[in-house]
Each structure stands twice: as structure tokens, then as C-alpha cells.
């Protein structure tokens, strides 16, 4: 992609990126986020049905990672002169 069109689209690519990744994982269903029925585990610790990675809180690390990460490949150029 042209890096101006991500500069003036800089919220939209990162909501883009975050849907698309979290889309991915939710689809995958990882074991540490969802019981064996499907359904999402609780948030705790000391059982084996509990998570200390609930799907509240890799949404929001998903969601800093994708915004950072576009602000990161807009201004790689300048960083590299």
C-alpha cells in the first residue's frame, strides 16, 4: 500500500489490522481462550477451566499492537535516513 494513503487512514488500517487478527484467533478457537464446548473460558487462576488470558484483554493487546505497528511502518522510513 501507498504509505501517504495509510498516513491520511491511520485509524482505519489499524481497525482493519485488528479485526483481521482477531477474526483469525477467534476463528481458530485457541485453547487457552475457550473451553472444549466453545464456549470462552472465565477470567482466574487455580482451575483448569479458568484463563489468565481472556479474550477482553488480547483484544485490547491486539488492538495497541495493530495501531503501534502502523504508526511503526509510516515512520520506518524516517527512522532508516
Known sequence: MNRNFIRRNITSISILL??????????????FMYNKDGSLRQFGIGYQKKTIL??????IVIAIISYFGV????SLPKMLM
Do not use: D, E, N, R
Open 54 to 59: 481472556p479474550a477482553w484483554l488480547i483484544a
Open 18 to 31: 485488528f479485526a483481521t487478527i482477531y477474526g483469525i484467533i477467534v476463528l481458530s478457537k485457541p485453547g
Open 71 to 74: 504508526l511503526y511502518y509510516i
